[in-house]
Nanobody, 123 residues
Framework: QVQLVESGGGLVQAGGSLRLSCAASGRTFSSYAMGWFRQAPGKEREFVAAISWSGTTFYADSMKGRFTISRDNAKNTVYLQMNSLKPEDTAVYYC?????????????????WGQGTQVTVSS
């Protein structure tokens, strides 16, 4: 019943910025933690960032200082602001909604997933 739709991906030069958006529907958005994950070709899906129902945020170490996750409950939308992008950030980025309100880095804790949006960073 929950639908997550990512947008905002595209091509950007190294050092540039992108803001990804994820629009959610189907259940009370504000009650659940949201997360961003990414998957590069030939690699495992990895955690990027998460935000709890109350706004507490967590980031993978490599993202700290460059990426910012936020949410706008009035719009049922979660964002990922990505700055100082590197070629190694190239991946499909996925939005996900947790089963609970507390933020988590564990992939299996997320119940619903979006279709993904491609981010390509050129050097």
């Amino acid at each position: 019943q929950v639908q997550l739709v990512e947008s905002g991906g595209g091509l950007v030069q190294a050092g540039g910025s992108l803001r990804l958006s994820c629009a959610a529907s189907g259940r009370t958005f504000s009650s659940y933690a949201m997360g961003w994950f990414r998957q590069a070709p030939g690699k495992e899906r990895e955690f990027v960032a998460a935000i709890s129902w109350s706004g507490t945020t967590f980031y993978a170490d490599s993202m700290k200082g460059r990426f910012t996750i936020s949410r706008d409950n009035a719009k049922n939308t979660v964002y990922l602001q990505m700055n100082s992008l590197k070629p190694e950030d190239t991946a499909v980025y996925y939005c996900a909604q947790s089963r609970r309100g507390a933020a988590t880095v564990v992939t299996g804790d997320y119940q619903y997933w979006g279709q993904g949006t491609q981010v390509t960073v050129s050097s």
